[in-house]
């Protein structure tokens, strides 16, 4: 009995998993890709794959759409500012609440918009210290939150390039890409093969 009971308990948990995934992947595709790269970012290549050959967009991070993780925007797949090498999910999460605060485009007004919050952050420094609270300050400032090599990398990854021009090779964002993401996600082969069709 135990040999029988074990495998129909298991084909019957495998049946009702094949057959949840299948109806996730049929009527959100792009939502489900974005959850097998979260939750399996070893074989986001195989997801990406997938991605492009149902016709889905899949794009570096963006600093107006991504999130701290991946994300789906309008049908389309934004990797995670916290995907870039050196950027962990607290740095990420502060850069999306300075974008949702100040509206954030270029890496300038990202540059801008932290040094708007260090004078904030003094400000409450100073009232604390003013108040004679015995309790330490323990707020961390901008500077620590978003390090200045994080606004470089974002910078060489193209989080900026919708709103401010980057003047770079092909070979260079795919190398940028490679480095700090671990996948190459800017590709123009069907651009390139769309291009040539009639020396084929």
């Given amino acids: 009995f135990a040999k029988y009971s074990f495998n129909k308990s298991h084909s019957i948990a495998y049946a009702t998993i094949a057959f949840r995934t299948l109806y996730a992947k049929f009527y959100a595709p792009a939502e489900f890709l974005m959850a097998c790269i979260r939750t399996n970012s070893d074989d986001a290549a195989l997801y990406v794959g997938e991605a492009r ?15 701290a993780e991946v994300s789906v925007s309008d049908g389309n797949i934004y990797f995670g500012l916290s995907n870039v090498k050196g ?3 607290p740095t990420a999460r502060y850069i999306v609440k300075l974008v949702d605060k100040y509206g954030i485009q270029t890496s300038g007004d990202l540059s801008d918009a932290l040094a708007e919050e260090t004078d904030l952050w003094q400000e409450r420094k100073l009232k604390h210290k003013d108040s004679e609270n015995p309790a330490p300050f323990k707020e961390k400032s ?3 939150q978003c390090r200045a090599d994080v606004l470089q990398s974002l910078w060489n990854v193209g989080a900026f390039d919708n709103y401010q021009e980057r003047i770079t090779t092909m070979n260079d964002m795919q190398a940028f890409e490679k480095e700090l993401l671990g996948i ?17």
């Fill in 87 to 89: 950027i962990g999910k």
């Fill in 53 to 67: 050959r149902l016709g889905i967009s899949i794009s570096p991070p963006e600093i107006s759409k991504s999130e």
């Fill in 184 to 200: 190459v996600l800017t590709d123009n082969t069907q651009e390139a093969f769309a291009n040539n069709q009639d020396l084929i």
């Fill in 142 to 144: 901008p500077k620590q």
